[in-house]
């Protein structure tokens, strides 16, 4: 198994943007080398034929989803239905979905800069609620938003706000220092 690079596998546009502005840096104290790409992107057969690539490789991946559903089993049991190729232990759930990792870093002062009201725990956040807090920041365009979300980010606050988030920086054991 190769021990300097990753693999991080996320389902769309907004995951590859938190993973690769949020946490590539994160990830690179443990792997100089983390590639992401979206599997939502990728034909079913893509993505089996990209697992079967990664296993009989030994290469370290993790595979993100959304939580689908009441409960984290049940979603991970989902796609390892779809992607048989698809190790369970390499399955990482997102409760509810991203939107809550990207409001989960806004402090006061950042919620005021973007004309928001401070989320509090994200753990329930999900793409309704994170439109509700982009029109109330008046802000028309998602991209722009989360350009401005990422600009203020706190990730030492971040997991804080958000058990998930707060679990997979522990699980690979990268920035659980104070955010850095």
């Not at 005021?112 to 028309?140: A, N, S, V, Y």
């Not at 058990?163 to 054991?173: A, M, V």
């Amino acid at each position: 198994m190769r021990h300097d690079i990753i693999y991080i596998i996320v389902e769309g546009d907004d995951d590859e943007v938190f993973f690769g502005r949020i946490l590539r840096r994160c990830f690179r104290k443990r792997f100089p080398d983390v590639r992401i790409y979206q599997w939502s992107q990728k034909s079913k057969d893509e993505m089996r034929k990209l697992l079967n690539k990664h296993q009989s490789k030994e290469d370290e991946y993790i595979f993100i989803g959304d939580l689908e559903g009441p409960c984290i089993s049940g979603t991970i049991d989902d796609l390892t239905e779809v992607f048989s190729e698809l190790e369970r232990e390499r399955v990482f759930i997102v409760e509810r979905e991203i939107e809550g990792w990207y409001l989960a870093g806004l402090g006061n002062e950042a919620c005021q800069t973007l004309g928001i009201k401070e989320p509090g725990t994200t753990d329930g956040i999900g793409k309704r609620r994170f439109r509700i807090l982009m029109k109330e920041g008046r802000f028309t365009s998602k991209n722009d938003f989360l350009m401005e979300i990422i600009k203020l980010y706190d990730l030492g606050l971040a997991k804080t706000r958000n058990t998930s988030l707060s679990r997979l920086l522990f699980q690979f054991q990268i920035c659980i220092d104070n955010g850095h």
